[in-house]
């Protein structure tokens, strides 16, 4: 218990929560699964009493879902979930949650402290997320952290900073500052489901725009322009699909050359083969190239390709050695050049396809601005897959990742509810009493009006008696007090008003009759009430028989007096009013006679029920009276809710049957220890009780 609140059964914890919802229109239902509709909210049982953080988590909770019920367009939701991602999805319940709070808190100002309190004590306790599940993860967590710090002035500032850390890493800060800016436009008007849910959108888009530039390829490196040679013809741009090509002139097996060429078809500057393989302008296909003057070997000069052989930047041999920004057939590339055995050489190689300088193979390699068939590019040295991934956005992210996460939470970034239930289990371990009402059950609503007649007759004496004395004294017992009146007996005191006008200067007594009290009687109807063990098997009792008579005696007296009050009697998971205070008696004999023991003694359970029913009446005074006739099942529990019921105003008195278990509850008691002591008993405590001054 905590004594520092002073706890009644009115300011319980599942009191107060359901007062809390009920202040908003919204019903509780202490059954789990926690869940919530557009009218009640179904929440797991909670415990009588706990600590002040657990209240503050409770109540946030309730005050949470209750802003969902006020604000959030759940027909929306459901038309308009199935045909958005999960992304976007898990976003549009983020900003949901700020939006819903931020009304609640302008609607009921005590909410915005009890809603602040709770998210700092779920991140406190760690029971949030911080944006580290992955891409996916850290955009929603920050949407949710970013409108709690700066929208609801909420202290959310750890998983704040490790969502945006996170968010950095595939967006950048400047992506991140767009964000913050679309969210700074958008966010603190938002006035409606419609409205955060096109905001998600909104931030979907802005995730799509950075990935877009982030994969933008980049801009083409200017292509460098190379001296032309004099003794070349019209050499620029050309390309043969058999053979070599100079200037305009293309042969049938593709041989071309200047004045001077060789028998070979040597071919001059930039020449490409059939294969694919692209120079700087010209190619050929079978025929070595040769500036003037060359050989009858085929050797090619500065930047030429051949199909089967290298190529020499300035003579080159029939095998097709090759220098300077060559091309093989197979793609190769080197630093200094290749031809197609591999061997690398100076101007004047021979002829085993040497090549030099910046050669790449045909098979797709790139120089200057042209780009193959795979879209390699050798500008910028960037493979395909760079480009497909953005490069790498910031640290090793991009845009990309977020929109394609699989890994996606669509729950709160803060979990309250987990954090409720949670701290509420806590405090039940502590010996705080837990009422689930999931366990109870109705009792059987038997009919046994002879047994009834037949009691009644056992003690119709004693009832006798006992009307006729409460009726007369409780007739005769009047209440006075004095009221201020303009007709009376002259109070000296107001006599310097009459100087003013007041007319209402004299004292007058009214007296009244003593208020009625609600009377409620729990019954212990356990099995021990009526079967004992000996020896090996089971005798029967007739504890339950003279405990049926003293509820028989309660119900004739206070039926004559015109007192309400109903009875419970409890047994196992069996706990439940026969006779309500509103029901006439005549309606409840049948069921009070048939009154039988079995089960268990949930003896916490039957008085929290029963209290809860007694402190909702109007009357002034309530009185619960406890049979039973021995230990509860929870005396802690019981002990607990005995103490609430005390503190609420109430008077509880107990009647023990043969043992006096029932001290331990109850302070005010009587022990029955023979069937001779047992109705004059309950009659007297009755007595007792319900003329005792107000």
Not at 201 to 215: H, N, W
């Amino acid at each position: 218990m905590n004594a520092s609140r002073n706890t009644t059964l009115r300011n319980t914890l599942p009191a107060i929560c359901s007062a809390i919802a009920g202040q908003k229109g919204v019903k509780i239902v202490w059954q789990g699964p926690p869940r919530t509709e557009g009218t009640t909210i179904w929440s797991s049982p909670l415990p009588v009493d706990a600590d002040e953080s657990t209240v503050k988590m409770v109540v946030g909770d309730i005050d949470h879902e209750c802003g969902h019920i006020r604000h959030s367009d759940f027909d929306m939701v459901g038309k308009k979930r199935p045909t958005i991602s999960d992304l976007q999805f898990g976003i549009w319940n983020a900003l949901e949650d700020t939006f819903i709070e931020r009304k609640l808190g302008d609607d009921y100002l005590g909410c915005q402290q009890t809603l602040a309190e709770s998210a700092e004590i779920a991140v406190a306790r760690g029971q949030c997320r911080t944006g580290e599940k992955g891409p996916a993860d850290a955009l929603q967590v920050f949407c949710d952290a970013w409108g709690r710090k700066n929208v609801l002035l909420q202290g959310v500032d750890p998983i704040l900073a490790t969502s945006r850390a996170e968010l950095v890493k595939h967006i950048e800060e400047k992506g991140v500052a767009r964000l913050e800016a679309l969210l700074s436009t958008k966010l603190y008007s938002a006035n409606s489901t419609a409205e955060t849910l096109k905001l998600s959108g909104q931030v979907v888009q802005l995730i799509k725009d950075i990935q877009d530039e982030q994969e933008k390829p980049p801009e083409p490196k200017p292509q460098e322009k190379k001296p032309s040679d004099p003794q070349e013809g019209k050499g620029g741009s050309g390309q043969g699909s058999s053979g070599g090509q100079d200037g305009t002139d293309q042969g049938s097996d593709g041989d071309q050359d200047e004045p001077g060429q060789g028998s070979d078809g040597d071919q001059e500057k930039s020449d490409q083969d059939s294969n694919g393989g692209q120079g700087d302008s010209g190619q050929g296909s079978d025929g070595d190239q040769d500036e003037p003057d060359q050989g009858s070997d085929g050797d090619q000069e500065e930047s030429d390709q051949g199909s089967s052989g290298g190529q020499d930047g300035t003579d080159q041999g029939s095998d097709g050695d090759q220098e300077k920004s060559d091309q093989d057939s197979n793609g190769g590339q080197g630093d200094s050049g290749q031809g197609s055995d591999g061997d690398q050489d100076e101007p004047g190689q021979g002829s085993d396809g040497d090549q030099e300088e910046s050669d790449q193979g045909s098979s797709g390699g790139q120089d200057g601005t042209g780009q193959d068939s795979d879209g390699d590019q050798d500008g910028s040295d960037q493979k395909a897959d760079d480009s497909s991934q953005g490069g790498g956005a910031g640290r090793g992210g991009s845009a990309r990742q977020i929109l394609e996460d699989a890994n996606i939470d669509q729950g709160p970034a803060i979990d309250r509810k987990g954090a409720a239930q949670a701290m509420a289990a806590e405090a039940a371990a502590k010996g705080n009493f837990v009422f689930n009402p999931q366990t109870i059950t109705p009792p059987p609503q038997g009919e046994n009006l002879p047994r009834y007649s037949a009691l009644k007759g056992a003690v119709s004496g004693q009832i006798s008696q006992l009307q006729r004395r409460l009726v007369v004294e409780f007739q005769t017992k009047r209440r006075s007090r004095t009221v201020v009146a303009e007709e009376g007996r002259l109070d000296g005191r107001r006599l310097h008003q009459a100087l003013v006008g007041e007319t209402r200067v004299y004292r007058h007594k009214v007296v009244t009759q003593a208020p009625k009290p609600a009377v409620s009687l729990v019954l212990d109807c356990s099995g021990s009430m009526g079967w004992a063990i000996k020896g090996s098997g089971l005798v029967l009792k007739d504890d339950i028989i003279l405990a049926t008579q003293a509820v028989i005696a309660m119900a004739e007296v206070c039926a004559v007096m015109g007192v309400p009050f109903e009875v419970i009697p409890f047994a196992g998971s069996q706990i439940g009013a026969i006779k309500t205070f509103d029901a006439p008696l005549a309606r409840a004999r049948g069921r009070i006679g048939a009154i039988a023991a079995s089960g268990g003694t949930p003896t916490a359970e039957a008085l929290w029920i029963a209290g809860n029913r007694l402190v909702a009446r109007r009357e002034e005074r309530k009185i619960l009276m406890l049979v039973t006739d021995g230990s509860p099942d929870n005396m802690p529990a019981a002990q607990q809710v005995a103490g609430l019921i005390e503190r609420s105003g109430i008077e509880l008195y107990g009647v023990g049957i043969g043992t006096e278990a029932v001290r331990k509850i109850c302070r005010k008691s009587g022990v029955i220890k023979s069937a001779n002591d047992l109705a004059p008993a309950i009659l007297n405590a009755l007595a007792e009780r319900m003329l005792a001054a107000a």
